[in-house]
């Protein structure tokens, strides 16, 4: 049933200070909603407990990219259309790009925000697997100062995470350190444009003369989180690509995964890609580093 | 159910022309356009933003309006599809919708224009790719989307299509 309007209230607070101030006034009460492509939807369903929403779209300390020596720096409220723009993201995050090129058509792309996509926790959402893959930190700011937290470990369950109800997501930073490394991205959905993934895969590897120094692999849609497979990247860790190794961690992804069965796809199909696209990945690492 | 929200005033610019808004806070973009301002060339579909029927530029970006509530777009510009032409001229995008046959039963026809016309703004020269990937989130359930794509290839080549 839609949501009866004037049950609603909404604020646009000046700036951070003011949010912040909000959120630890009456923690838990407010909803902060940046671009509204997924609460919108849900508001619009009346499926929505909060009754307050905090606009944070236009809170410019949320906003920009910065460059230094050794990060990128993002604004949570960096869209998926300002990621593909900007130049050093697409010259040394390709898999971040890629995902924010596949994430829905450009009206979402120019509305949804990274943070949200983190915040929001879908286990489905398509730009962690490779935030996952470039060992990203989240800032999250309240009143009571700022505190950095790896975004490996953020999620701690179905839609739960380290974020207290006081606190906002502000910044994700990204270590400029896998330039050299090399990078695989596929989301398998039903269709090309606007579509959920079903699995959907980023991976990364530092090759020397054909053996595997170093690995990251993490998925979407495949378990109640976003996933990175730490046992499998542990089995490609000093190895070289062949049959065997491909077979392995085949065989490891499929014991760390845990697909379901839902309206979008099944486990046995989940099951089955998500090794198809690990086996994709080592191939085209044995094709590029030999 | 309590009102605990009263309606708040916002100025923004649509089509060109200053308007002052007195609206919920949370009530969609797309039914002020259409139920305060009258403005019903926008289209709902979906109501969820997996169409882009409602699609209507908001600074210079297209959004989708159902997914946009009201107070955020205070001191914005809008454009919607009764923007595009002017007095009795349509746009070229408009023309070559005609021209190509893009448009059966119409519903998706005003966010495909607005998209069009976004892409031809941003991309000079955008190849099939391109156009592909910029109509990408607006679904159409008569054309087969052949004609819609034919008919952004003809505006490309008439003068006039980038504005």
Not at chain 1, 73 to 85: S, V
Not at chain 2, 3 to 22: D, P, Q
Not at chain 2, 98 to 106: S, V
Not at chain 2, 141 to 160: E, H, N, W
């Amino acid at each position: 049933m839609r949501s009866f309007l004037p049950a609603y209230e909404m604020q646009a607070p000046q700036d951070l200070a003011a949010a912040l101030e909000m959120l630890a006034h009456e923690p838990g009460a407010w909803r902060p909603l940046a671009g509204g492509t997924d609460l919108m939807v849900l508001f619009e369903a009346g499926k929505l407990a909060h009754k307050k929403f905090i606009s944070i779209w236009k809170l410019d300390e949320l906003r920009g990219i910065s460059v230094s020596a050794s990060h990128v720096t993002l604004g949570a409220l960096t869209t998926y259309t300002e990621i593909q723009e900007h130049p050093e993201l697409r010259a040394e995050f390709p898999l971040l790009c890629q995902a924010a090129r596949e994430t829905g058509g450009v009206a979402t792309q120019n509305r949804g925000t990274l943070g949200g996509n983190i915040v929001n926790a879908s286990p489905a959402a398509d730009s962690p697997p490779a935030l996952l893959v470039y060992d990203a930190e989240l800032e999250l700011v309240s009143m009571r100062g700022s505190r950095w937290v790896p975004y490996d470990g953020f999620h701690t369950g179905y839609k739960t995470t380290l974020l207290r109800p006081d606190e906002l997501l502000r910044s994700i930073r990204l270590p400029r350190d896998k330039q050299t490394w090399l990078q695989y991205y596929r989301k398998v959905g039903t269709r090309k444009a606007q579509a959920i993934s079903k699995t959907c895969l980023a991976a990364a590897a530092r090759l020397e003369s054909g053996t595997i120094r170093d690995a990251r692999l993490a998925f979407g849609s495949v378990a109640p989180t976003v996933l990175r497979c730490v046992r499998t990247e542990t089995i490609l860790r000093g190895g070289h690509v062949d049959a065997t190794l491909i077979r392995a961690a085949r065989e490891s992804v499929a014991a760390e995964i845990a697909p379901i069965d839902d309206l979008r796809s099944t486990a046995a199909y989940r099951l089955r890609v998500s090794q198809n696209l690990v086996g994709e990945f080592l191939e085209q690492l044995s094709g590029d580093g030999a | 159910m309590p009102e605990v929200c009263g309606k708040v005033k916002l100025a923004c610019t649509v089509n060109g022309v200053k308007r002052t808004l007195h609206v919920y806070p949370m009530a969609r973009l797309l039914d002020v356009l259409r139920e305060e301002l009258g403005l019903t060339g926008t289209k709902e579909g979906c109501g969820e933003g997996e169409c882009g029927a409602c699609a209507v530029e908001l600074d210079g970006r297209i959004v989708n309006s159902c997914l946009v509530p009201a107070l955020q777009v205070g001191g914005s510009e809008i454009r919607t599809i009764e923007g595009l032409a002017t007095s009795d001229q349509l746009h070229t995008v408009q023309e070559a919708f005609i021209a190509c046959g893009g448009a059966q039963c119409g519903i998706c026809t005003p966010g495909m224009v607005m998209a069009a016309v976004n892409l031809l703004g941003r991309l000079p020269n955008p190849n099939a790719a391109d156009i592909r990937a910029g109509l990408a989130g607006n679904l159409c359930r008569c054309t087969g989307y052949m004609k819609i794509f034919d008919a952004v290839v003809r505006a490309l080549q008439s003068p006039g299509a980038k504005t």
